[in-house]
């Protein structure tokens, strides 16, 4: 069935360091992607998603490319914050609306 | 202000005692849907509706009940609560086929 894969946390770095969060996903056809982001005591709240092959989503600095090749949805940030510190969800939709999500992976930042 | 509001946020009961949470959606979303999130689970559907009416079960819907008898509210029932659903609990809404989840603030159940 299809799933979604993100890499364990959690994610620790310095302000100001570059951020790789790894997600990959199996699906029979060819989802919707998405990055969701808890911020402590809050809900989900969506970050970026992308609807097709080669779609770049963005949002607060965050950018993620949607590659068909490599079944992946990899997050990244050139400059992490503080602020950013939080658990990041990727997840997948498919012919529903359903979404999948993966286990989150949780970024802290310390200054 | 667009939002999904959940109450209580935080209780604590007694196994077997019926309770509810409630959920309310003010932006007119067709779909609405429960998740508990569990440590090392990630988020985990329980149950979800695409309108008014049709409720249909997700991944984990066992000792659960919803209703949506009003578009807006999305109501989660446990009507004899076990130690096991200790876990917090999240009502999303979203427009039909986008994907694009509204969640509400969480409520953390604790059964004792």
């Known amino acids: 069935g299809d799933s979604v894969t993100q890499m364990e946390g959690p994610v620790t770095l310095s302000e100001e360091a570059f951020l790789t969060i790894n997600c990959t996903y199996t699906a029979t056809g060819y989802p919707s992607l998405f990055w969701y982001v808890q911020y402590p005591g809050e809900g989900l709240q969506l970050l970026l998603k992308a609807t097709k092959a080669d779609d770049k989503g963005s949002n607060k600095g965050f950018e993620a490319t949607y590659r068909k090749e490599t079944t992946s949805f990899h997050l990244e940030k050139g400059s992490v914050q503080v602020s950013d510190s939080a658990v990041y969800f990727c997840?997948?939709?498919?012919?529903?609306?359903?979404?999948?999500f993966g286990t989150g992976t949780r970024l802290q930042v310390f200054p | 202000e667009a939002q999904v509001t959940q109450n209580p946020r935080y209780l604590i009961t007694v196994t077997g005692k019926k309770l509810t949470v409630t959920c309310s959606q003010n932006m007119n979303h067709e779909y609405m849907s429960w998740y508990r999130q569990d440590p090392g689970l990630g988020l985990r559907q329980i149950y979800y509706s695409m309108n008014v009416e049709v409720t249909d079960k997700g991944d984990v819907p066992e000792g659960y009940k919803v209703s949506r008898k009003e578009k807006r509210n999305f109501p989660l029932i446990l009507e004899s609560p076990s130690p096991n659903q200790t876990s917090l609990y999240f009502c999303?809404?979203?427009?039909?086929?986008?994907?694009?989840?509204?969640f509400g603030e969480g409520s953390r159940l604790t059964v004792l």
């Open positions: 997840a997948l939709r498919y012919n529903t609306d359903k979404l999948i």
């Open positions: 999303a809404s979203a427009p039909l086929g986008t994907g694009e989840l509204f």
